[in-house]
Nanobody
Framework: QVQLVESGGGLVQTGGSLRLSCAANGRAFSSYGMGWFRQAPGKERELVAAIIWSGGSTDYADSVKGRFTISRDNNKNTVYLQMNTLKPEDTAVYYC?????????????????????????WGQGTQVTVSS
């Protein structure tokens, strides 16, 4: 059983920054593909960013490219989402998720990281609110 605990959410003004953290238990974290998703009221959950097991490959939603950065520290079993130049439309509950069956090859990872159905463990979510 994998437990994911997010932290770092809060209220920030437009143009501000936040860093989300997601801590995982267990010794297999370094083999997981990880993702950050978000869900705004009345909208479907969407992928924000994803990172391969090694940290060597990442991908982002077009809406956050150039503003958000996903990273991981496998020694600390933690994945991060640095969010800069925040906008009101970034307001949402942010979830981290783990794909415990994520492939090691970059090519295979690219075929699955964008689907929420490939992620088998989810955190409880953390609220991010950006005021205008």
């Amino acid at each position: 059983q994998v437990q994911l605990v997010e932290s770092g959410g809060g209220l920030v003004q437009t143009g501000g920054s936040l860093r989300l953290s997601c801590a995982a238990n267990g010794r297999a974290f370094s083999s997981y593909g990880m993702g950050w998703f978000r869900q705004a009221p009345g909208k479907e959950r969407e992928l924000v960013a994803a990172i391969i097991w090694s940290g060597g490959s990442t991908d982002y939603a077009d809406s956050v490219k150039g503003r958000f950065t996903i990273s991981r520290d496998n020694n600390k079993n933690t994945v991060y989402l640095q969010m800069n130049t925040l906008k009101p439309e970034d307001t949402a509950v942010y979830y981290c998720a783990a794909d415990t069956n994520s492939p090691r090859s970059k090519f295979e990872w690219t075929t699955r990281f964008s689907s929420e159905y490939e992620y088998d463990y989810w955190g409880q979510g953390t609220q991010v609110t950006v005021s205008s």
